[in-house]
C-alpha cells in the first residue's frame, strides 16, 4: 500500500465538516471576493488550493464561477466530490509543491485554513507560493489565510473539545518552537481515532519574507474579524497578494 503523504488528511475527512461545521464559508467566500475586487480583479475562475472538503469551492461553484479545486487528501476529496456542485465538480488529486494546473488559469487564488502551514520548510512554502502565483493570471489576486498563532495559543473551543452530533473530540496543539504537532482523538458511531498532523507556524516577517522569495507582492492583509462576527473567524487574517508581472 502506498504510504500516505505527510499533511494529507487521513480519517479526520470523515469528521472535518462536523468540527467546522459553525464556520461560515459563504462569509469567507464574500471576503476573498472582496479582497479580489479590491485590487482590481475581475473574477471568472477561481483555484481553491488545498480545497479539503469543497466547502470554499461549492460556495463559489454556486455562485456561478468556474472552479477548480485540488488536495493531497484523496478521502477530503470523497467527501467534496459528494455535495450539491450546480455542475460536475473539478477536482483534482495534487500537491502545493506542485500545483497541477496550468500558468495564469486562474483570475483568483485562494489557499485558506492554514493549509500552507502543513509544508514544515519555508523552501516548500516558497515553492507552492510560487505555483500558486503561477497559477494567477495576470492582475490577478492569491489570498493566503495562514494559520493563526491565536488557534495554537488560544484555540477555539469547537475545534479543541466537541460533543455533538455523536462525535466527540478532542484537539491538542504540542507547540515546539514554532513546530506543531496537532493531536486529535475523537470517537463516531463507536469507532475511536487517534491521528497527529504535524503545522509550522510561520511569523508575520517570515511569511512577508516568503511571498517577497516566491515573488508575490503582498497588497492587504484583510482580517476576518470582525468583518465576520462569527467565533470560528476570530484571529484570522487573509493576506492579500499579486502574482509577478
Ligand atoms: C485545515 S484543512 C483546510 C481545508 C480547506 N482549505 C478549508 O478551508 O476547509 C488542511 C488541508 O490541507 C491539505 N494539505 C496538507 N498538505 C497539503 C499539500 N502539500 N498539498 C495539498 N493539500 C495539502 C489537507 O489534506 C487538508 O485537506
Redesign the pocket.
Known sequence: MPAV?????RRY?LV?DLV?AA?P?DR?VDLCLEAAAAQGTAVRRVL??????G??AVELAGRGYEVTG????LP?LSVAAAKPWPDPPRLVA????AVPLGDGWADLV??????IN??LEPE?VVA?LGHLGRTAAPGGTVVV?PLSPRFVHQGWAPGRHLDRDGLRLDASYEVSGDLLAERLRWSLGGVEEAETYRQRLYSEAELEALLAAAGLELAERRPMWPAIPAQPARGRTLWVARPPG
Open positions: 503523504p505527510p499533511g494529507a488528511y475527512a472535518y467546522w464556520a464559508y469567507f481553491v488550493a488545498a480545497c479539503g472538503t466547502n470554499a485540488f488536495d493531497l487528501s477530503m495534487g500537491d502545493l509543491r485562494l489557499v485558506l485554513n492554514a493549509s502543513y509544508l516548500e507552492a489565510e
